[in-house]
């Protein structure tokens, strides 16, 4: 039989759907003839849009088609589609200078200082600019290994980090490790725990009588021999960092307790090691404060921003102790784009709008309908097993049976799917394909928040009843 390849099948399956609109069609198969399909695509619908426009919190597919956009650039169109101010800030800077390599330009100081200032942690700062997530968690761990002479990195289960060589061994989902083998021998010394995944605690705790047994079993870890760690007997002691998302983004929106970063941050001022907090999604106001650590009160050592600094164009960016870039020579770490002028412009933009808006208490105000809103679809729909939400961040769990916790992954991929057939993007993910993350732009309304749940309700309970759980 002739071999097809995947996206072979995958052609199929659009060319033989009665669904897909024209342009839809016509535009998904030039996508799958001419470019290799990124990993959400078609893991999460099975005829995705192409999608054309964008305004605020709605977007438009190529047939016309209008979506509330609850995936937003995957959490980078924070401030929204089309905000005119950013889009006249790019045409200004584009004019007077998009790029010029690597030096500094007025945009990119004045950005800097302002990194400096909006990150927890009140010690002296130095920042380093970058491109993407990928990028910019790369340069935190060579810089933590750098400062240390230290080679082992904590990491956690569930975690995304991103995708290149240097990244991937940290980046907890092993569906991607799978295409990475072998993955180089500096990511053999990355050792990853289990997050605070309250819902299903690996340990079988309830919080909050846990006693934070996460980070327990970690320190339990540490002390023993038994651990390429370290060995407190012998004094040796290889961890150079533990990174961290503040919030378990990628994974299915996870929000840990609060108590949480705190202990993290107590043992990493035991074992001696830099505390990493990667705010690649969870930052940038998604859930209320500018970064998502607020709500614990704790500050890393290193924040990693990237997605929404932007505004849409590619930036990231590292916040760091200064002692730490100040052990590098300069020239250790180059990229031809990093801190251009056109990017550092478009995210002083979105910064200033965070500010003119007043954006962060209108989350909170979002968020505080949205907690009544998502409880109310709890209690009203046996097939949510839990749920996770703190300002426009928010992730829900599907089960089959509240009692035994049934993971209820084809439930939620067909959920997701006709979500999408109604006007309403949202991602599938989850320890067990059986959560929905929402990341609107912050500019959802609460209109648009009832809007939201009035197609969910309808179509859950429609599932509900084809999937015999009520
Ligand atoms: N860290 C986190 C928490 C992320 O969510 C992502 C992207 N989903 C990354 C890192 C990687 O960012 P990028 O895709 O821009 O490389």
């Known amino acids: 039989m002739e071999k097809k390849y995947p996206y072979q099948q995958l052609l199929e399956r659009v060319n033989n759907s009665s669904d897909i609109t024209p342009k839809n069609k016509a535009g998904l198969n030039d996508f799958l003839k001419n470019e290799h399909p990124g990993d959400v695509l078609f893991t999460k619908w099975t005829e995705p849009p192409i999608i054309e426009k964008g305004k605020c919190a709605r977007v438009w597919d190529v047939d016309g088609k209008e979506y509330i956009d609850c995936i937003g650039g995957f959490s980078s169109m924070n401030i929204g589609h089309g905000d005119e101010r950013v889009a006249k800030v790019i045409y200004d800077q584009y004019i007077k200078l998009s790029h010029w390599f690597d030096f500094p330009t007025p945009e990119r100081l004045k950005l800097v200082k302002r990194l400096i200032d909006i990150t ?174 607020e709500h614990s009160g704790v500050a890393p050592d290193i924040t990693i921003i990237g997605k929404a600094l932007g505004g849409g164009v590619p930036m990231s960016a590292i916040v760091a102790r200064a002692e730490y870039f100040d052990e590098m020579t300069p020239g250790y770490i180059v990229s031809t784009y990093a801190g251009y002028a056109l990017g550092c412009a478009a995210s002083n933009k979105v910064l200033d709008i965070f500010e003119e808006d007043d954006l962060l208490n209108k989350v909170t105000e979002t968020g505080k309908h949205l907690e009544k809103v998502i409880e109310d679809y709890k209690n009203r729909h046996p097939v949510v097993g839990t749920y996770s939400q703190i300002g426009v961040y928010f992730g829900i769990e599907y089960v089959m049976d509240r009692k035994t916790k049934e993971p209820a992954p084809a439930f939620t991929m067909e959920l997701v799917d006709t979500l999408r057939t109604e006007g309403l993007l949202a991602q599938m993910n989850g320890y067990h394909n059986n959560r929905i993350s929402f990341v609107p732009p912050l500019v959802i309304t609460k209109k648009d928040v009832d809007d939201i749940f009035a197609i969910m309700n309808r179509i859950t309970e429609k599932l509900e009843k084809k999937y015999n759980i009520i």
């Not at 750098?146 to 990195?153: G, M, P, S």
């Not at 980070?215 to 533990?242: F, R």
């Not at 840990?256 to 043992?267: A, D, G, S, T, Y």
């Open 120 to 293: 927890p942690g009140d010690y002296k700062k130095k920042v380093r600019l970058a491109l993407s997530g990928s990028d910019a968690v790369e340069i935190a761990i060579r810089t933590a290994r750098n400062y240390t002479k230290k080679t082992h990195i904590i990491s956690f289960y569930g975690a995304y980090h991103g995708q290149n060589i240097a990244t991937i061994g940290i980046t907890g989902a092993g569906s991607m490790h799978r295409w990475y083998n072998p993955i180089p021998a500096a990511d053999h010394c990355i050792e990853r725990f289990p997050y605070a995944y309250c819902y299903r605690c690996v340990y079988g705790k309830e919080y909050p009588g846990c006693d934070m047994h996460c980070v327990k079993a970690i320190d339990m870890i540490m002390s023993s021999t038994q651990t390429s760690l370290g060995n407190p007997y012998t004094k040796i002691n290889n961890v150079a960092a533990m990174i961290v998302e503040p919030m378990q983004s990628s994974s299915g929106y996870i929000v840990p307790p609060r108590e949480f970063l705190v202990e993290l941050r107590k043992l990493a001022d035991k074992y001696g090691f830099m505390l990493i907090f990667d705010e690649i999604q969870a930052g940038m106001g998604r859930t209320g404060k500018m970064f998502a650590a």
